[in-house]
């Protein structure tokens, strides 16, 4: 099914179908989702709704103390893999093109919002365009945009609605034409119309097990944990300051007459041999609540795979890097299916960019493009010492070429930029010397040069 049956069935052929779409059941709770998820991220936590209580006869305010702990795992995730910028490689022809794209379009600090809106909202969408001959990209948040799939699943036309100061906006994107709209003036009305050469956005989402079109934010497998996190110690400090105060109790007689000393410093009570004086007070059971507590802060951190030693709950000393990958096993584990999640994305971004070169006059044979692959260095922390050495036993011994050893390097990020200035190294080498033979270092491994 195409757009245009699409619309005659679903929407009766009407040219202002758009809106309509934007505005059904299912899309306008996906947004309703986007917007609570919004709120919870800017502070509006269910602790916050609490009603007042009544004390000794009063009104009290309880506390109510907010734990932004979802911000620290959302940076946690998204750092933990695009921290270290991803690594273009492939056939050195494309990925040099594809690199200047790459730096021309910021698409380093692009992907790093991708990842972060992803994780937030369970998904975002990104189209790519020509500005100026030059390819960039602009994003399209969660809550403004309304992909439109047939009884295929298939995306067959893509919808940005907003409103800014009391006006809808609409673009409306499909496979060669991008239309806009607005309804200032109070009427629907058409101002402008593009040739779309890239074709419709990209759609990057995580697993939704529901509903395969949609993504599922990672804020929603932790929000209940969160909110009996900050039930719990807003509890507590309630009970420590309402019933832990004790009351005087006096138990006894108390002793009167002119034969109590009268040079006495300060206050104080007299009793007779047999009374007594206290505090009578609740106990406050601090090792129940230290047991609620991280019971449930382990299981936050389980659900979000955070290890303990990310956030200083673990000591550690002259742990080995096999070691640390072990304690982040989890960590890993979350960064590879994010990786898997935005590669899909970023795949789909190649192919439009390599549509738009075409207009450019560049061009790239199958074999070529089939080429591109991605690099991702995760944040991991490892002894940078450890893998050179690795590496250089390897070299040494033939069981790794300078390119893969390149990709590997902690201190590179660009590949085909370090084997450019290799080559200009060696021809400098080459031609400096006085002597018939040359001795040089390639990487710790020694190469006998000899002129003709």
Known sequence: MNLEQYIKEYHEGRSDWFIEEVQSVSNQQRIMNVMNLKDYLNGQHRILQKPNEVFAGKEYIPRKIVLNHALTLLNF???????????????????????????????????????????????????????????????????????????????????????????DYYVVYTNDVVEAYDNKGGQLRLTGRYANLSGLPIVYKTMNEINENEGKSELENWISILDNLEDLISKATD??????????????????????????????????????????????????????????????????????????????????TEAVRILYQLALMKAGQNEQYIKEGIEQRFERIRKLLEYKG???TDDEFDSLGLVFSYQLPSSDKEIIENMKALREMGGMSLHTMLEQNPYVHDVQQEMMRLKEENNTTYSSGVDDKTQYVVFNKNVDVTRD
Do not use: W
């Open 362 to 364: 560049v061009t790239f």
């Open 77 to 167: 995730q998204t750092s933990f893999l695009l921290q270290n910028p991803v690594t273009i490689i492939g056939n050195e022809r494309i990925v040099k093109e594809y690199q200047k794209v790459n730096k021309q379009g910021k698409y380093d600090r692009l992907n790093y919002k991708i990842l972060d809106k992803m994780l937030k909202y369970g998904q975002v969408y990104e189209y790519v365009y020509m500005d100026k001959n030059t390819i960039k990209s602009k994003l399209i948040d969660a809550s403004e945009g309304y992909p439109v799939y047939n009884h295929n699943n298939e995306m067959i036309a893509f919808i940005q609605a907003y409103m800014v100061d009391g006006i």
């Open 239 to 320: 009970g420590y300051y309402k019933y832990i105060t004790g009351i005087p109790v006096v138990t006894g007689q108390q002793l009167k007459g002119e034969g109590l000393p009268v040079d006495i410093v300060g206050a104080g009570i007299v009793l007779d041999d047999m009374g007594k004086f206290e505090f009578v007070s609740n106990k406050f059971d601090s090792n129940a609540f230290d047991t609620l507590y991280e019971t449930l802060l382990n299981a936050l951190y389980t659900v979000a795979h955070l290890p303990a030693i990310a956030v200083g709950r673990t000591d550690i000393s002259n742990v080995s």
